[in-house]
């Protein structure tokens, strides 16, 4: 073989080989593109498939009409997710139940229905081309879907429902039935299992000493301390705070590095305000409960004046803050009455 070749005897092999090195690599088919989805879903524990740019591309807007499926987008951003408003992490945990219970009932060979989510960070062209502005938001695009914009988005208010809400939009979209969402019980069977053993094993002893009553329950400390407690979560609103979900302090208007703690306003009531009128009601409780219950047992005249003389101070000046903070909050003033034939 001659180890030096006339460069014009490579020319035609090069020729040759030149329609096949530049042909470019044929388009996925859609069966093609209907294997790759069914490998992603097998490979994710609840069946979600994360998407990007590039599947976007490879899977909808370059993936030749009408598909062989459909998908169901959940809208994501990792910067978000510690914005309690939006409740985008509960959110994503209800998007993947959903997608749990529909491929629990529908296996992947019967259901051409995927679940996908998208993350802001990584995908930002793909929410330019669906038109998301805002978040939390859901997507079903459909088989014949070209264009992304023309596909279907779930009103924000059924967001509120978690994935039952989720589930009426699927089966509303695609006809499909979801039925109940599997939710994982609570407590695992082998938690279970410990609980019963555990009470196996202590029961013997834990009926000696209820026979004795010699137990947390007896004991007298511990209901008058939950004792205290209902009645100071009762006169502080604590409830209202839970219910309308207040906080505790809100930032100054004025002065951004100082916080207010009393807001003016009936409309208006924070937790911190709250808890200094319970902490206030709460302090009264006990001294009327010290005077009638304890006071009484005591033998010295002395010390019984001197006590009831301190109560009385002290509840009077918490009632007075009392009035005073309803004064200020609400505008109206409440005032003694004193009769006539005494001005």
Known sequence: MDPNPNPLTIIPILLLLTPTLASPSPSPSPSDLLSELETLRSSSDSGVIHLDDRSVAHFITSAPTPRPYALLVFFDAAQLRSKPDLHLPELRSEFALLSHSFHTR???????????????????????????????????????????????????????????????????????????????PPISAKQIGFLLLTLLVSAPFVIKRVLRGDTLVHDVRLWMGLSVFVYFFSVSGTMHNIIRKMPMVLPDRNSPGRLVFFYQGSGMQLGAEGFAVGFLYTT??????TVTHVLVRVRNRTVQNTVMAMAMVVGYWAVAKVIYLDNWKTGYSIHAFWPNRWK
């Not at 802001?120 to 081309?129: A, M, N, R, V």
């Not at 924000?156 to 499909?176: K, P």
């Not at 009264?284 to 409960?289: D, M, N, P, Q, T």
């Open 106 to 184: 529908h296996p992947s060979p019967d259901s051409p229905l995927f679940f996908a989510d998208l993350e802001f960070g990584e995908s930002q062209s793909s929410f330019s081309l669906f038109g998301v502005s805002s978040l939390p938001h859901l997507r079903f695009i459909a088989p014949d879907v070209a264009s992304l914009r023309n596909s279907v988005a779930m009103d924000q208010s059924g967001f509120a429902r978690l994935a039952e809400s989720m589930a009426e939009f699927v089966e509303s979209s695609t006809g499909l039935p979801v039925g109940p969402i599997l939710r994982p």
């Open 284 to 289: 009264v409780g006990l001294l009327l409960a």
